[in-house]
């Protein structure tokens, strides 16, 4: 399996643990990822903002390079992920499209190579087998509440899940040997920027989710989305201090999870670079490994 | 050679002041086979048809030509004309030079003239080719049919009877009563449902000259409008009706317990049972799906216990063959299967129930005996949620049309739960409130004013549970805020849907459906009781979406047509229908794939060619059924086919005529 | 009968379906909305009815432009007819382009029972056009006459 890898800007920052996690699974799985030379950023929320037209042609750029090499796209981050579907659709849906964009990035670009959300590749097109066949530290202990944020699964009809109630993530976690819980927050928005800049309507947000798994009875919770992880993540003391609540859930890629249970050093993973401590409940899986095999 | 005659009308000056009548009265004499004509200034008139037979009689015409009005409006009467002159009524033909010409023409009474004569002419060389035509006539059945006992069918079924004929109801269910056996109260009045539905169902199986099938389908329909042969199968019941007493010992006994469809698995049934207390006939049938002695071969306590010996685990499916006049569907609707909406939980949360369920809920004999409680954990919902349009006007998700009957029933829910639990909360999420009917906005207006519900113009985005609450999002459109509830009970006004077996039930009796499975009128304002198959007739959902009133006036409507039909003896057919050249058919069979009313079909003829017997096959019409469209006589490649009165010569004739 | 330029009118056929197109000739009447008298209208049950035949030898013999009319898709009498119509007018249409005729001298209209502004407008388009292209010479049987 070969795929084009666009990291986008996050995975290169805030997101590194993803971008590492991602790379050790993928190399246990036999996945080559083929980094897109010359990325650029997907343009995000400020060009749709900006020009309809940039907007496009910003991740397409992207797309086309990946065309050439004849790859398709495997994009960690839910935001760069909906942009480069967006392009996808544009110029497949629209032949006029599709001339305009390719004479602003000067490239050629049909459509022909798919934008994939990473879960979607390790979910659905990496056979299961594949990934029982890894697993050496089943995530015993781990009770996930998957978070897919607002995103990964829309708009209806372009993507791989159920946009109500998706399934993916939580199929993934039951093969690596966790649990996960049915909550009613999968998809409902982070917050985004407004923890930064609207602080009351930001820290209300996170605080539903947060508190909506830890009522499902969960004990972490997993991302596929930088953005989200980082407020989940970065902000939750905050959150706490100002409901004075106390929530402690550490927030995970499914990468890391997955490195987790392949056996990965959880340093490599990016393990210890999160804000909630997310080691505990990693020794806690760990140990309760070498329990059983003491047993 | 024939003798035709020619009548040019002046209608007063409608046409006499335009086209020079005399002048084109004159000119017909110069069209092949006219041996008379003349003009006069009312054709129609009393003295103008004596004219006409006087005409006929000295002249020895053969063939009449009537120059004047639409054959829209005055065919019939010049048809009688003939005939009272000893013609065969189709030995008429009418040029049109009122509506098609005079009037359109008015200012150039030159070019008017010459096109009546031109249109003269047309008529003339087509009514030489006149075939007489005789109306057939077929016997008709005096016994009907009704498929389905529900309210529809029931009321269809009575008035057929009522009327001196013969009914059988066929229903698939081991009772009849339908969807209005299992609502509580109707709207507007809060008439308790089974009061007014029982007496009816008592009366349908007490009538002596109606037949119940219950636990029987149809499953094979043949022949024509006056005798169509159907087969019933009636499913075996594992109960002798003839002996069975109906005391209900053997349901009380049988210890294996089912979910009730009845309840909408809200309780339990046995596996020998009635579907409800007041079922008709009120004598059980094993479910042998999941009865202990069909699925083990041990138990037997029914049989065992029943004390007239009426319990037959050996009975087989019994199929039936009866010819009957006029068939009446009334199958119903069923329930739009909200599971698959992911904003309302997939159908997870056990208190996000459908507005049947709240009926059940809320019926004095229904799981709760009355009390509104919800399915989870039996508590009384203070807070309760009502969504409109649940797959109704959703092309997305659902169907595109309007369920028509949910808004009131809605409202209805609203004043019983508030009737019920006096300090309770009621929200309805709606998109449009409508409500067209006899009382029905002071209905909705005093659930509003008098009962207090909320009304919230909005869709509801998210329904989840939290803890032991369902916490409801949504959206206010007219304050353009978001909404949020925390609910006990969520009730869900779905869609209703065509019967899941309307598409192949209208395959077997050939009657039209829509892209949603509800069956076509033959027309949507002037014919919305009958099919394009004659003598099939639609009463209640099955045609679409209707609440009871309007399935009860449909019902009678179809029960009128109907009686229509079976008060006579014989019917008359239109002699206007295709018919084949056997000689020169092919039997390739493409004017039977055409026919909108399947009157073709191949049949085999046996035939002697040079010595030796040949069989071959070649289409057959049924004149029954033909309507006379003419559709498969231009399919037929070797022109075997033709319509009579409209055939291919008298139409090339009328070609010819207006360019010689 | 042989035509002389000079004289010529155009004739045009209509076949029009009972139900439909013929009742809406007839509310045009009723409503006294005036056409060019250039037209003869030949009723049948159905456009289902009408044979490519009939087209054919309506132009053999000489007719200008033929106009085949019926319900619009959906409304039809007999449920299907028109469906049938649409189907061979399209071939139909090819073939008279293929043989070299106009192809404005062979139309199709769905017009109802009450559409008489469109009975009137349609008829007193294709009047125009037809007058604007002359005479069918190239399908009729006999000689042209100067």
Same mark, same amino acid.
Request: glycine share 8%.
């Given at each position: 399996?070969?795929?084009?890898?666009?990291?986008?800007?996050?995975?290169?920052?805030?997101?590194?643990?993803?971008?590492?996690?991602?790379?050790?699974?993928?190399?246990?799985?036999?996945?080559?990822?083929?980094?897109?030379?010359?990325?650029?950023?997907?343009?995000?929320?400020?060009?749709?903002?900006?020009?309809?037209?940039?907007?496009?042609?910003?991740?397409?750029?992207?797309?086309?390079?990946?065309?050439?090499?004849?790859?398709?796209?495997?994009?960690?981050?839910?935001?760069?992920?909906?942009?480069?579907?967006?392009?996808?659709?544009?110029?497949?849906?629209?032949?006029?499209?599709?001339?305009?964009?390719?004479?602003?990035?000067?490239?050629?670009?049909?459509?022909?190579?798919?934008?994939?959300?990473?879960?979607?590749?390790?979910?659905?097109?990496?056979?299961?087998?594949?990934?029982?066949?890894?697993?050496?530290?089943?995530?015993?202990?781990?009770?996930?509440?998957?978070?897919?944020?607002?995103?990964?699964?829309?708009?209806?009809?372009?993507?791989?899940?159920?946009?109500?109630?998706?399934?993916?993530?939580?199929?993934?976690?039951?093969?690596?040997?966790?649990?996960?819980?049915?909550?009613?927050?999968?998809?409902?928005?982070?917050?985004?920027?407004?923890?930064?800049?609207?602080?009351?309507?930001?820290?209300?947000?996170?605080?539903?989710?947060?508190?909506?798994?830890?009522?499902?009875?969960?004990?972490?919770?997993?991302?596929?989305?930088?953005?989200?992880?980082?407020?989940?993540?970065?902000?939750?003391?905050?959150?706490?201090?100002?409901?004075?609540?106390?929530?402690?859930?550490?927030?995970?890629?499914?990468?890391?999870?997955?490195?987790?249970?392949?056996?990965?050093?959880?340093?490599?993973?990016?393990?210890?670079?999160?804000?909630?401590?997310?080691?505990?409940?990693?020794?806690?899986?760990?140990?309760?490994?070498?329990?059983?095999?003491?047993? | 050679?024939?003798?035709?005659?020619?009548?040019?009308?002046?209608?007063?000056?409608?046409?006499?002041?335009?086209?020079?009548?005399?002048?084109?009265?004159?000119?017909?004499?110069?069209?092949?086979?006219?041996?008379?004509?003349?003009?006069?200034?009312?054709?129609?008139?009393?003295?103008?048809?004596?004219?006409?037979?006087?005409?006929?009689?000295?002249?020895?015409?053969?063939?009449?030509?009537?120059?004047?009005?639409?054959?829209?409006?005055?065919?019939?009467?010049?048809?009688?004309?003939?005939?009272?002159?000893?013609?065969?009524?189709?030995?008429?033909?009418?040029?049109?030079?009122?509506?098609?010409?005079?009037?359109?023409?008015?200012?150039?009474?030159?070019?008017?003239?010459?096109?009546?004569?031109?249109?003269?002419?047309?008529?003339?060389?087509?009514?030489?080719?006149?075939?007489?035509?005789?109306?057939?006539?077929?016997?008709?059945?005096?016994?009907?049919?009704?498929?389905?006992?529900?309210?529809?069918?029931?009321?269809?079924?009575?008035?057929?009877?009522?009327?001196?004929?013969?009914?059988?109801?066929?229903?698939?269910?081991?009772?009849?009563?339908?969807?209005?056996?299992?609502?509580?109260?109707?709207?507007?009045?809060?008439?308790?449902?089974?009061?007014?539905?029982?007496?009816?169902?008592?009366?349908?199986?007490?009538?002596?000259?109606?037949?119940?099938?219950?636990?029987?389908?149809?499953?094979?329909?043949?022949?024509?409008?006056?005798?169509?042969?159907?087969?019933?199968?009636?499913?075996?019941?594992?109960?002798?009706?003839?002996?069975?007493?109906?005391?209900?010992?053997?349901?009380?006994?049988?210890?294996?317990?089912?979910?009730?469809?009845?309840?909408?698995?809200?309780?339990?049934?046995?596996?020998?049972?009635?579907?409800?207390?007041?079922?008709?006939?009120?004598?059980?049938?094993?479910?042998?799906?999941?009865?202990?002695?069909?699925?083990?071969?041990?138990?037997?306590?029914?049989?065992?216990?029943?004390?007239?010996?009426?319990?037959?685990?050996?009975?087989?499916?019994?199929?039936?063959?009866?010819?009957?006049?006029?068939?009446?569907?009334?199958?119903?609707?069923?329930?739009?299967?909200?599971?698959?909406?992911?904003?309302?939980?997939?159908?997870?949360?056990?208190?996000?129930?459908?507005?049947?369920?709240?009926?059940?809920?809320?019926?004095?004999?229904?799981?709760?005996?009355?009390?509104?409680?919800?399915?989870?954990?039996?508590?009384?919902?203070?807070?309760?949620?009502?969504?409109?349009?649940?797959?109704?006007?959703?092309?997305?998700?659902?169907?595109?049309?309007?369920?028509?009957?949910?808004?009131?029933?809605?409202?209805?829910?609203?004043?019983?739960?508030?009737?019920?639990?006096?300090?309770?909360?009621?929200?309805?999420?709606?998109?449009?409130?409508?409500?067209?009917?006899?009382?029905?906005?002071?209905?909705?207006?005093?659930?509003?004013?008098?009962?207090?519900?909320?009304?919230?113009?909005?869709?509801?985005?998210?329904?989840?549970?939290?803890?032991?609450?369902?916490?409801?999002?949504?959206?206010?459109?007219?304050?353009?805020?978001?909404?949020?509830?925390?609910?006990?009970?969520?009730?869900?006004?779905?869609?209703?849907?065509?019967?899941?077996?309307?598409?192949?039930?209208?395959?077997?009796?050939?009657?039209?459906?829509?892209?949603?499975?509800?069956?076509?009128?033959?027309?949507?304002?002037?014919?919305?009781?009958?099919?394009?198959?004659?003598?099939?007739?639609?009463?209640?959902?099955?045609?679409?979406?209707?609440?009871?009133?309007?399935?009860?006036?449909?019902?009678?409507?179809?029960?009128?047509?109907?009686?229509?039909?079976?008060?006579?003896?014989?019917?008359?057919?239109?002699?206007?229908?295709?018919?084949?050249?056997?000689?020169?058919?092919?039997?390739?069979?493409?004017?039977?794939?055409?026919?909108?009313?399947?009157?073709?079909?191949?049949?085999?003829?046996?035939?002697?060619?040079?010595?030796?017997?040949?069989?071959?096959?070649?289409?057959?019409?049924?004149?029954?059924?033909?309507?006379?469209?003419?559709?498969?006589?231009?399919?037929?490649?070797?022109?075997?086919?033709?319509?009579?009165?409209?055939?291919?010569?008298?139409?090339?004739?009328?070609?010819?005529?207006?360019?010689? | 009968?042989?035509?002389?330029?000079?004289?010529?009118?155009?004739?045009?056929?209509?076949?029009?379906?009972?139900?439909?197109?013929?009742?809406?000739?007839?509310?045009?009447? +009723?409503?006294?909305?005036?056409?060019?008298?250039?037209? &003869?209208?030949?009723?049948?049950?159905? /456009?289902?009815?009408?044979? !490519?035949?009939?087209?054919?030898?309506?132009?053999?013999?000489?007719?200008?432009?033929?106009?085949?009319?019926?319900?619009?898709?959906?409304?039809?009498?007999?449920?299907?007819?028109?469906?049938?119509?649409?189907?061979?007018?399209?071939?139909?249409?090819? +073939?008279?382009?293929?043989?070299?005729?106009?192809?404005? &001298?062979?139309?199709?209209?769905?017009? /109802?029972?009450?559409?008489? !502004?469109?009975?009137?407008?349609?008829?007193?388009?294709?009047?125009?056009?037809?007058?604007?292209?002359?005479?069918?010479?190239?399908?009729?049987?006999?000689?042209?006459?100067?």
């Amino acid at each position: 399996m070969k795929y084009a890898y666009f990291p986008g800007c996050s995975l290169a920052t805030t997101g590194r643990e993803y971008d590492m996690s991602t790379k050790e699974i993928a190399e246990v799985l036999g996945i080559e990822l083929w980094e897109i030379p010359d990325w650029n950023c997907c343009g995000a929320s400020s060009a749709h903002l900006t020009d309809y037209r940039l907007a496009l042609a910003l991740p397409a750029r992207n797309m086309a390079i990946a065309e050439e090499a004849g790859l398709d796209v495997a994009i960690p981050c839910a935001a760069c992920y909906a942009r480069s579907k967006a392009v996808e659709a544009a110029v497949t849906s629209s032949e006029e499209t599709r001339e305009e964009i390719e004479e602003i990035i000067e490239r050629k670009y049909s459509g022909k190579s798919k934008a994939k959300a990473l879960l979607d590749i390790m979910a659905n097109d990496v056979p299961e087998s594949l990934i029982t066949k890894q697993v050496v530290n089943p995530l015993k202990g781990i009770r996930a509440a998957c978070y897919y944020g607002c995103l990964l699964v829309r708009p209806l009809n372009t993507g791989f899940d159920d946009p109500e109630d998706p399934r993916s993530m939580d199929k993934l976690i039951k093969v690596l040997g966790g649990e996960t819980v049915d909550w009613a927050y999968k998809t409902e928005c982070c917050g985004a920027s407004h923890p930064t800049t609207k602080r009351g309507v930001g820290f209300q947000m996170l605080d539903r989710i947060l508190a909506n798994a830890k009522e499902a009875g969960a004990n972490c919770l997993v991302t596929a989305c930088p953005l989200c992880l980082n407020n989940l993540d970065m902000r939750q003391g905050q959150v706490e201090k100002a409901y004075q609540k106390k929530y402690g859930l550490p927030v995970y890629y499914f990468t890391e999870l997955m490195g987790l249970a392949f056996g990965i050093e959880p340093a490599k993973l990016g393990l210890n670079k999160h804000f909630v401590d997310a080691m505990p409940l990693v020794q806690e899986v760990l140990k309760l490994k070498s329990g059983r095999e003491s047993a | 050679m024939k003798r035709v005659g020619v009548f040019v009308c002046h209608c007063g000056t409608n046409i006499g002041a335009v086209v020079d009548c005399p002048q084109v009265a004159e000119k017909a004499m110069d069209f092949p086979g006219v041996v008379y004509s003349v003009d006069y200034k009312y054709m129609c008139s009393e003295p103008g048809q004596e004219m006409i037979k006087k005409a006929v009689q000295e002249h020895r015409l053969d063939r009449v030509v009537v120059a004047s009005c639409s054959p829209r409006m005055h065919e019939r009467t010049f048809q009688r004309c003939v005939e009272g002159a000893g013609l065969n009524s189709y030995f008429v033909e009418m040029a049109n030079i009122r509506e098609h010409c005079s009037w359109v023409h008015a200012g150039e009474p030159e070019k008017a003239t010459e096109k009546a004569m031109d249109l003269v002419k047309m008529a003339v060389a087509k009514v030489v080719k006149n075939k007489p035509l005789q109306k057939a006539t077929i016997p008709v059945t005096d016994r009907a049919l009704v498929i389905g006992g529900g309210i529809a069918g029931i009321q269809a079924a009575l008035d057929i009877a009522n009327a001196g004929h013969v009914v059988d109801i066929v229903e698939k269910e081991p009772s009849i009563g339908g969807k209005m056996a299992q609502i509580d109260k109707t709207f507007p009045t809060l008439d308790c449902s089974a009061c007014i539905l029982t007496p009816k169902m008592v009366e349908a199986a007490s009538h002596p000259n109606i037949n119940l099938l219950t636990y029987s389908e149809v499953e094979k329909v043949e022949g024509f409008v006056g005798n169509f042969d159907v087969t019933i199968k009636k499913k075996a019941r594992s109960v002798n009706m003839d002996v069975c007493t109906g005391c209900g010992l053997c349901m009380e006994k049988c210890p294996k317990k089912v979910d009730s469809e009845f309840e909408l698995k809200m309780s339990k049934r046995r596996a020998i049972y009635t579907p409800f207390p007041q079922a008709i006939p009120n004598k059980p049938v094993i479910d042998r799906e999941n009865c202990t002695y069909f699925n083990t071969g041990k138990c037997g306590i029914c049989s065992k216990v029943c004390p007239a010996g009426a319990v037959d685990y050996t009975q087989e499916d019994e199929y039936l063959t009866r010819r009957y006049g006029a068939i009446v569907v009334a199958i119903g609707f069923e329930l739009f299967d909200y599971s698959v909406i992911g904003e309302y939980g997939y159908g997870k949360y056990p208190d996000v129930i459908t507005g049947l369920h709240f009926e059940r809920l809320v019926n004095a004999s229904g799981p709760t005996l009355g009390k509104i409680k919800r399915p989870s954990d039996h508590k009384e919902p203070k807070n309760v949620v009502f969504i409109k349009c649940v797959g109704s006007r959703d092309p997305a998700k659902g169907k595109s049309y309007c369920s028509k009957a949910c808004c009131m029933y809605t409202a209805k829910h609203a004043t019983l739960v508030r009737e019920k639990i006096k300090d309770s909360n009621i929200y309805i999420f709606y998109m449009d409130v409508r409500t067209p009917g006899k009382g029905y906005d002071e209905f909705y207006n005093r659930t509003r004013e008098q009962y207090g519900a909320n009304y919230i113009r909005g869709r509801v985005s998210k329904i989840y549970q939290q803890g032991e609450r369902l916490i409801v999002r949504g959206e206010d459109t007219l304050l353009g805020r978001p909404v949020e509830i925390e609910a006990d009970l969520v009730v869900l006004a779905t869609a209703m849907v065509a019967q899941p077996g309307a598409g192949q039930l209208a395959q077997k009796l050939g009657i039209g459906y829509d892209k949603d499975h509800f069956y076509t009128e033959a027309h949507p304002k002037l014919a919305p009781v009958e099919t394009h198959t004659q003598g099939v007739y639609l009463a209640g959902a099955c045609q679409g979406p209707k609440d009871i009133p309007e399935s009860v006036a449909q019902a009678s409507a179809a029960a009128a047509k109907v009686c229509g039909l079976l008060s006579k003896r014989e019917m008359l057919t239109e002699p206007i229908v295709s018919e084949v050249n056997e000689s020169i058919c092919a039997g390739c069979g493409m004017c039977v794939a055409i026919c909108p009313y399947k009157a073709i079909e191949l049949k085999t003829i046996s035939e002697r060619i040079q010595g030796q017997t040949v069989e071959r096959q070649v289409a057959s019409v049924n004149g029954g059924l033909c309507q006379g469209c003419g559709a498969c006589t231009v399919a037929c490649r070797s022109a075997a086919l033709n319509l009579k009165h409209f055939t291919d010569q008298q139409i090339l004739a009328e070609v010819n005529a207006l360019c010689l | 009968m042989s035509v002389n330029e000079v004289t010529w009118q155009p004739k045009i056929l209509v076949f029009a379906c009972n139900w439909c197109t013929y009742a809406g000739a007839d509310l045009t009447g +009723l409503s006294r909305l005036q056409y060019p008298a250039t037209v &003869r209208i030949l009723r049948v049950p159905c /456009s289902g009815r009408i044979n !490519p035949q009939f087209v054919l030898k309506a132009f053999q013999k000489g007719v200008d432009a033929v106009l085949v009319a019926g319900c619009h898709p959906g409304d039809c009498h007999y449920t299907t007819g028109n469906y049938f119509t649409r189907r061979r007018f399209l071939i139909m249409r090819r +073939l008279m382009e293929y043989v070299g005729l106009e192809p404005e &001298r062979l139309q199709a209209r769905w017009i /109802s029972a009450a559409e008489a !502004p469109k009975f009137q407008q349609v008829i007193t388009e294709i009047s125009e056009q037809i007058r604007a292209l002359g005479p069918n010479r190239k399908l009729r049987d006999e000689e042209w006459k100067i």
